[in-house]
């Protein structure tokens, strides 16, 4: 079993900036990817970023393309999601997500708020 915790999150003012974390613990794994998601009320869950184990895809949904930037510390199964220029529209719960070496199954954390005030 795996455990996804997430933090980082907060309320800004539009135009600020945002560091979100994602660290996994448990039992010995190894992760192929981590990636994050966001669900603002009454909207879809939606990707926001991945950053694989390899560096074979390390990047941040187009919608964010210049203001975010995803990065890991494979030792320390943490990946980090810095969001710049934050819109109202980027308010939602940003949750990690975290694909493992022959696992199908994935795992969620609880996910962190992020509101950004206009």
């Known amino acids: 079993q795996v455990q996804l915790v997430e933090s980082g999150g907060g309320l800004v003012q539009a135009g600020g900036s945002l560091r979100l974390s994602c660290a996994a613990s448990?039992?010995?794994?190894?992760?192929?990817?981590m990636r994050w998601y966001r669900q603002a009320p009454g909207k879809e869950r939606e990707f926001v970023a991945i950053?694989?184990?390899?560096?074979?895809?390390?990047y941040c949904t187009d919608s964010m393309k210049g203001r975010c930037t995803i990065s890991g510390d494979i030792a320390k199964n943490t990946v980090y999601l810095q969001m710049n220029s934050l819109k109202p529209e980027d308010t939602a719960i940003y949750y990690c997500?975290?694909?493992?070496?022959?696992?199908?199954?994935?795992?969620w954390g609880q996910g962190t708020q992020v509101t950004v005030s206009s």
């Open positions: 997500n975290a694909v493992l070496q022959g696992d199908r199954d994935d795992y």
């Open positions: 448990g039992r010995t794994f190894t992760i192929n990817a």
């Open positions: 950053h694989s184990r390899t560096g074979s895809g390390i």
